[in-house]
């Protein structure tokens, strides 16, 4: 549907708003009345995303952590542990990441269905496709 979306007064309608797509997932445009004094048509438009609900097995749950009992376990002596490593800067980083994992797993609880207690419009996440789609539009307007 090419229809003019503004008009004012006696000035040649023309087409500024649009919806451009190379998917089919667009089912139905209806052009309704300006709001206010705007000069633009509202656009509702009706579309058919292929929505899929991921679930992810047990995360973490960040809000519900015991952060004081984490930093407690993390209040350790770095110099004498971290004095084994021979200054080899891996065997370093992985003993620092291997504690904090263990402290997280400890004071950090799990919870099974992630996607449960989100927020409804995160339930139902756009395809990679079309996110890349919105971030090129997005860098193409900057």
């Known amino acids: 549907m ?17 919806v451009l797509t190379d ?56 110099t004498q542990r971290l004095a084994q490593c021979d200054d080899d800067v891996e065997a370093i980083w992985s003993l620092f990441k291997n504690h904090l994992l263990e402290g997280i797993d400890q004071n950090i609880p799990k919870v099974s269905r992630f996607y449960d207690w989100r927020k409804p419009s995160w339930k139902c996440p756009l395809s990679d496709n079309i996110r890349a789609k919105i971030k090129s539009k997005h860098k193409l307007w900057k």
Request: glycine residues 6%; negative net charge.
């Open 2 to 18: 090419q229809s003019p979306t503004r008009c004012r007064g006696s000035n040649e309608p023309s087409i500024l708003d649009l």
């Open 23 to 78: 998917d089919d997932f667009i089912n139905e445009i209806d052009y309704l009345n300006p709001l206010g004094k705007s000069d633009h048509y509202v656009l509702s438009i009706r579309s058919n995303f292929n929505i899929f609900n991921k679930t992810f097995g047990e995360q973490y749950n960040y809000s519900k952590g015991d952060y004081a009992n984490l930093c407690n376990f993390m209040d350790i002596d770095w």
